[in-house]
């Protein structure tokens, strides 16, 4: 037993065709989630952790820079996600990007009938990649080949205020559901509620080792943020038939509160900039 749990903190995970083969060629054990071990072995990261995952995110933001730079009129979401895994290759990362455009932007998890990129549209893309094992994951959002709509730059405005929001909430002793109902507020004090209706996923998740783990940043979890703990920010509101807006940051907490692994000062028209 002692082997296997040593194999679990080291994989991160055993995919269930695996775990449930060990279960029937081992009928008399008992097959358990390892998350109460891993997750409390994993969720405090230390400052050498903090600056590899520092760097990765710097990448990703400048794989996003690149790609946004190269956008052309009629391009797929298909091939802006092929510059995306090229331009962190380029960087010397292995990562990708979700990529989407327009109307498809409001579906967070992207579309089965993308369209070709068109002057004005919203381009949303959200990636990130693995650099001496840990991850980044940094969403830009940004309007294309024309001047920001008064609709596109206030939803973009409120999104960024939300994000705001939750980063100077986000403090040791608070409960992670804390920093989600911070952004939440401002979203929904902006006209776009109630609750989940157009911020329809959590805030931010857990990221060290694996893009996604625990904790997050979301309703109903009550445990307490810790220094060292690493979430993404990433309020959005989707408004589905006319756009998609999400801005995402990884951020780690501190003794006193909360730091950003990426400084951004970008705009609707400049959605990248570090």
């Known amino acids: 037993m002692r082997i296997l749990s040593r194999y679990l903190l080291k994989q991160h995970a055993v995919p269930f065709v695996f775990a449930d083969g060990l279960a029937k060629a081992l009928p008399a054990a008992r097959v ?21 995952m520092r760097r990765a995110n710097e990448i990703t933001v400048a794989a996003h820079r690149a790609v946004f730079a190269s956008l052309k009129e009629g391009m797929t979401q298909s091939q802006v996600a092929s510059l995306a895994a090229s331009a962190h290759q380029k960087l010397g990362m292995q990562g990708g990007s979700l990529v989407l455009f327009g109307k498809d932007a409001a579906f967070p ?12 549209d ?49 403090k040791p002793g608070l409960e992670c559901q804390a920093v989600d109902a911070a952004a939440r507020k401002v979203i929904e004090d902006a006209g ?10 959590r805030l931010g998740h857990g990221i060290g080792m694996d893009g996604h783990e625990w904790t997050y940043l979301v309703r109903g979890n009550t445990t307490k943020l810790r220094p060292g703990m690493c979430f993404s920010d990433e309020p959005g ?11 995402e940051d990884i951020i780690f907490i501190t003794d006193e509160g909360a730091e950003n692994m990426t400084k951004w000062t970008g705009s609707p028209e400049e959605p990248a900039v570090v």
């Open 32 to 52: 358990l989630s390892a998350t109460p071990v891993t997750a409390g072995c994993r969720m405090i990261k230390d400052a050498h952790e903090i600056a590899l």
């Open 237 to 247: 509101i989707y408004i589905y038939g006319e756009m998609g807006i999400r801005h």
């Open 122 to 170: 919203v381009v949303l893309m959200d990636g990130g990649g693995r650099l001496m094992g840990y991850s980044s994951d940094i969403t830009r959002t940004g309007v294309f080949g024309a001047k920001p709509t008064e609709r596109q730059r206030k939803v973009w405005e409120i999104v960024r205020q939300a994000q705001q929001a939750a980063f100077r909430t986000a």
């Open 192 to 201: 776009f509620g109630p609750d989940y209706k157009y911020l329809t996923h």
């Open 109 to 120: 998890h992207g579309t089965t009938k993308p369209q070709p990129l068109q002057p004005g």
